[in-house]
Protein backbone atom coordinates (compact mmCIF):
# COMPACT_ATOMS: atom_id res chain seq x y z
CA UNK A 1 0.00 0.00 0.00
CA UNK A 2 1.09 3.37 -0.84
CA UNK A 3 1.24 5.53 2.24
CA UNK A 4 3.12 8.70 2.96
CA UNK A 5 4.19 8.85 6.34
CA UNK A 6 6.58 12.08 6.28
CA UNK A 7 3.54 14.34 5.57
CA UNK A 8 2.29 16.80 8.04
CA UNK A 9 -1.12 16.52 9.55
CA UNK A 10 -2.91 19.63 10.80
CA UNK A 11 -5.86 18.32 13.85
CA UNK A 12 -8.78 20.86 14.64
CA UNK A 13 -10.92 19.68 17.49
CA UNK A 14 -12.22 21.43 20.69
CA UNK A 15 -12.34 18.29 22.98
CA UNK A 16 -8.88 17.61 24.07
CA UNK A 17 -9.21 14.09 24.89
CA UNK A 18 -10.19 13.65 21.32
CA UNK A 19 -7.53 15.12 19.75
CA UNK A 20 -5.04 13.51 22.39
CA UNK A 21 -6.32 10.16 20.71
CA UNK A 22 -6.78 10.90 17.40
CA UNK A 23 -2.75 12.39 17.65
CA UNK A 24 -2.20 8.87 18.89
CA UNK A 25 -4.14 6.62 16.25
CA UNK A 26 -1.92 8.54 13.34
CA UNK A 27 0.97 8.26 15.27
CA UNK A 28 0.64 4.03 15.78
CA UNK A 29 0.04 4.82 12.07
CA UNK A 30 3.06 5.73 11.03
CA UNK A 31 2.67 9.07 11.02
CA UNK A 32 5.30 11.71 12.92
CA UNK A 33 4.67 15.18 12.02
CA UNK A 34 1.28 15.91 13.61
CA UNK A 35 0.91 19.31 14.74
CA UNK A 36 -2.74 20.53 16.94
CA UNK A 37 -4.93 23.13 17.80
CA UNK A 38 -8.25 23.60 19.15
CA UNK A 39 -9.63 26.75 17.74
CA UNK A 40 -9.82 28.37 14.30
CA UNK A 41 -7.03 30.91 15.44
CA UNK A 42 -4.81 28.68 16.49
CA UNK A 43 -5.25 26.30 13.56
CA UNK A 44 -4.82 29.32 11.38
CA UNK A 45 -1.55 30.09 12.54
CA UNK A 46 -0.60 26.08 12.37
CA UNK A 47 -1.24 26.54 8.99
CA UNK A 48 0.61 29.41 7.74
CA UNK A 49 3.86 28.64 10.06
CA UNK A 50 3.96 24.72 9.66
CA UNK A 51 2.33 24.35 6.40
CA UNK A 52 0.59 20.73 6.88
CA UNK A 53 0.16 18.66 3.77
CA UNK A 54 -3.41 17.33 5.25
CA UNK A 55 -6.03 18.57 7.94
CA UNK A 56 -8.60 16.60 9.95
CA UNK A 57 -11.35 19.48 10.96
CA UNK A 58 -14.26 19.60 13.84
CA UNK A 59 -17.17 21.32 12.35
CA UNK A 60 -17.98 23.00 15.92
CA UNK A 61 -15.47 24.90 17.50
CA UNK A 62 -15.22 27.55 19.89
CA UNK A 63 -14.68 30.60 17.76
CA UNK A 64 -15.84 29.78 14.53
CA UNK A 65 -16.79 26.50 12.86
CA UNK A 66 -15.15 24.44 10.25
CA UNK A 67 -16.59 25.37 7.40
CA UNK A 68 -15.65 28.95 7.84
CA UNK A 69 -12.20 27.57 8.54
CA UNK A 70 -12.29 25.54 5.70
CA UNK A 71 -12.87 29.20 3.57
CA UNK A 72 -10.20 31.01 5.46
CA UNK A 73 -7.51 27.78 4.42
CA UNK A 74 -8.49 28.20 0.71
CA UNK A 75 -7.17 31.95 1.02
CA UNK A 76 -3.34 30.51 1.82
CA UNK A 77 -3.60 26.96 0.49
CA UNK A 78 -5.04 23.99 -0.99
CA UNK A 79 -4.21 21.07 1.04
CA UNK A 80 -6.74 18.28 1.20
CA UNK A 81 -9.71 18.63 4.01
CA UNK A 82 -10.86 15.76 5.68
CA UNK A 83 -13.99 16.87 8.16
CA UNK A 84 -14.60 14.88 11.34
CA UNK A 85 -17.55 16.02 13.76
CA UNK A 86 -20.50 14.77 15.74
CA UNK A 87 -23.12 16.40 12.62
CA UNK A 88 -24.23 13.57 10.40
CA UNK A 89 -26.75 15.75 8.68
CA UNK A 90 -26.73 14.92 4.90
CA UNK A 91 -26.93 19.04 4.25
CA UNK A 92 -23.88 19.25 6.28
CA UNK A 93 -21.96 16.81 4.76
CA UNK A 94 -22.82 18.14 1.15
CA UNK A 95 -21.72 21.47 2.61
CA UNK A 96 -18.43 20.53 3.41
CA UNK A 97 -18.04 18.38 0.51
CA UNK A 98 -19.05 20.91 -1.85
CA UNK A 99 -16.49 23.49 -0.18
CA UNK A 100 -13.78 21.49 -1.22
CA UNK A 101 -13.75 19.10 1.29
CA UNK A 102 -12.35 15.44 0.46
CA UNK A 103 -13.92 13.19 2.93
CA UNK A 104 -16.47 13.36 5.56
CA UNK A 105 -16.21 11.01 9.00
CA UNK A 106 -18.96 11.21 11.80
CA UNK A 107 -18.03 10.88 15.23
CA UNK A 108 -17.77 8.09 17.10
CA UNK A 109 -15.68 6.51 14.12
CA UNK A 110 -13.39 3.40 13.96
CA UNK A 111 -9.90 4.32 14.27
CA UNK A 112 -9.28 2.02 11.06
CA UNK A 113 -11.50 3.59 9.23
CA UNK A 114 -10.06 6.93 9.86
CA UNK A 115 -6.80 6.03 9.15
CA UNK A 116 -7.61 4.27 5.82
CA UNK A 117 -9.62 7.15 4.60
CA UNK A 118 -6.56 9.76 5.38
CA UNK A 119 -4.04 7.34 4.36
CA UNK A 120 -6.74 7.15 0.95
CA UNK A 121 -6.71 10.94 0.63
CA UNK A 122 -3.05 11.54 0.42
CA UNK A 123 -2.51 8.76 -1.92
CA UNK A 124 -5.04 10.70 -4.28
CA UNK A 125 -3.44 14.12 -3.40
CA UNK A 126 0.30 13.19 -3.93
CA UNK A 127 0.90 10.54 -6.12
CA UNK A 128 1.56 11.26 -9.49
CA UNK A 129 -0.08 8.50 -12.14
CA UNK A 130 0.03 10.50 -14.94
CA UNK A 131 3.02 9.19 -17.14
CA UNK A 132 5.28 11.74 -18.16
CA UNK A 133 5.31 16.00 -17.70
CA UNK A 134 1.82 17.38 -16.56
CA UNK A 135 0.41 19.17 -19.76
CA UNK A 136 -0.08 23.02 -20.29
CA UNK A 137 -3.44 23.55 -22.33
CA UNK A 138 -5.37 25.97 -23.74
CA UNK A 139 -8.94 26.64 -23.38
CA UNK A 140 -11.27 29.21 -25.04
CA UNK A 141 -10.38 31.81 -22.24
CA UNK A 142 -7.75 30.67 -20.11
CA UNK A 143 -4.52 28.27 -19.92
CA UNK A 144 -4.07 25.54 -17.77
CA UNK A 145 -1.04 24.58 -16.19
CA UNK A 146 -1.84 21.40 -14.33
CA UNK A 147 1.98 20.38 -13.50
CA UNK A 148 1.76 23.77 -11.07
CA UNK A 149 -1.91 23.67 -10.44
CA UNK A 150 -3.03 26.66 -11.81
CA UNK A 151 -5.29 28.74 -14.06
CA UNK A 152 -4.48 31.62 -16.00
CA UNK A 153 -7.01 33.93 -16.85
CA UNK A 154 -7.69 37.63 -17.90
CA UNK A 155 -4.10 38.42 -16.37
CA UNK A 156 -5.18 36.76 -13.17
CA UNK A 157 -3.86 33.63 -11.92
CA UNK A 158 -6.28 31.15 -10.36
CA UNK A 159 -5.13 27.97 -7.80
CA UNK A 160 -6.83 24.32 -8.28
CA UNK A 161 -7.51 22.18 -5.60
CA UNK A 162 -6.72 19.09 -5.39
CA UNK A 163 -10.04 17.72 -6.32
CA UNK A 164 -10.36 20.17 -9.40
CA UNK A 165 -6.81 18.90 -10.46
CA UNK A 166 -7.98 15.35 -10.27
CA UNK A 167 -10.97 16.57 -12.41
CA UNK A 168 -9.38 18.32 -15.14
CA UNK A 169 -6.63 15.73 -15.26
CA UNK A 170 -9.10 13.17 -16.99
CA UNK A 171 -10.78 15.20 -18.76
CA UNK A 172 -7.61 16.34 -20.50
CA UNK A 173 -6.52 12.84 -21.05
CA UNK A 174 -9.71 12.66 -22.76
CA UNK A 175 -9.99 15.99 -24.53
CA UNK A 176 -12.79 16.80 -26.65
CA UNK A 177 -14.28 13.04 -25.90
CA UNK A 178 -17.33 12.81 -23.43
CA UNK A 179 -16.02 11.62 -20.04
CA UNK A 180 -18.75 10.02 -18.36
CA UNK A 181 -20.65 11.00 -14.30
CA UNK A 182 -19.18 7.55 -13.39
CA UNK A 183 -15.56 7.84 -14.55
CA UNK A 184 -14.62 11.25 -12.84
CA UNK A 185 -16.20 10.06 -9.77
CA UNK A 186 -14.40 7.27 -9.56
CA UNK A 187 -10.87 9.37 -10.90
CA UNK A 188 -11.75 11.96 -7.99
CA UNK A 189 -13.06 9.41 -5.39
CA UNK A 190 -11.50 6.24 -6.09
CA UNK A 191 -13.05 3.44 -4.84
CA UNK A 192 -15.79 5.57 -2.13
CA UNK A 193 -16.96 7.25 -5.78
CA UNK A 194 -20.42 6.14 -5.08
CA UNK A 195 -22.99 8.64 -4.04
CA UNK A 196 -20.62 11.94 -5.29
CA UNK A 197 -22.56 13.02 -8.31
CA UNK A 198 -24.24 16.00 -7.12
CA UNK A 199 -20.68 17.00 -5.37
CA UNK A 200 -19.10 16.20 -8.76
CA UNK A 201 -21.17 18.75 -10.10
CA UNK A 202 -20.33 21.32 -7.40
CA UNK A 203 -16.51 21.12 -8.51
CA UNK A 204 -17.61 21.37 -11.79
CA UNK A 205 -19.34 24.66 -11.26
CA UNK A 206 -16.18 26.09 -9.04
CA UNK A 207 -13.94 25.15 -12.05
CA UNK A 208 -16.07 26.92 -14.26
CA UNK A 209 -15.67 29.46 -12.45
CA UNK A 210 -11.97 29.66 -12.59
CA UNK A 211 -11.94 29.03 -16.80
CA UNK A 212 -14.45 30.38 -18.11
CA UNK A 213 -15.12 34.22 -19.00
CA UNK A 214 -18.76 33.09 -18.20
CA UNK A 215 -19.56 30.55 -16.05
CA UNK A 216 -23.31 30.19 -16.40
CA UNK A 217 -22.42 29.97 -20.47
CA UNK A 218 -19.31 27.56 -20.73
CA UNK A 219 -17.26 27.40 -23.96
CA UNK A 220 -14.67 25.28 -22.80
CA UNK A 221 -16.04 22.56 -20.31
CA UNK A 222 -19.56 21.68 -21.66
CA UNK A 223 -22.94 19.29 -20.08
CA UNK A 224 -23.67 16.48 -21.82
CA UNK A 225 -26.82 15.68 -20.56
CA UNK A 226 -27.42 12.46 -18.87
CA UNK A 227 -24.12 11.00 -19.85
CA UNK A 228 -20.82 13.48 -18.00
CA UNK A 229 -18.48 15.98 -19.54
CA UNK A 230 -16.48 17.37 -22.48
CA UNK A 231 -13.69 19.31 -22.06
CA UNK A 232 -13.09 21.45 -25.39
CA UNK A 233 -9.71 22.30 -25.81
CA UNK A 234 -8.28 25.18 -27.97
CA UNK A 235 -7.52 24.04 -31.60
CA UNK A 236 -8.57 20.53 -30.45
CA UNK A 237 -5.23 20.19 -28.55
Known sequence: MYLMKDKKILL???EPELLKMIETIFRKDGF???YTASS???AMDKL???KPDIAVLDVMLPDGDG???LNEFR???EIP???LTARGEAEDKILGLGLGADDYIVKPF???ELTLRLNAILRRTYSKPYKGELPIFNLHSSVIDLGRAEVLKNGESFSLTAKEHAILLVLYENANKIVTTDTLCHRAWSDDSYGYENTLMVHIRHIREKIEDKPSHPKSLITVKGLGYTLLTKSGE
Open 40 to 42: CKE
Open 75 to 77: KHC
Open 48 to 50: INN
Open 110 to 112: LPK
Open 32 to 34: TNI
Open 12 to 14: VDD
Open 67 to 69: FLL
Open 81 to 83: VLF
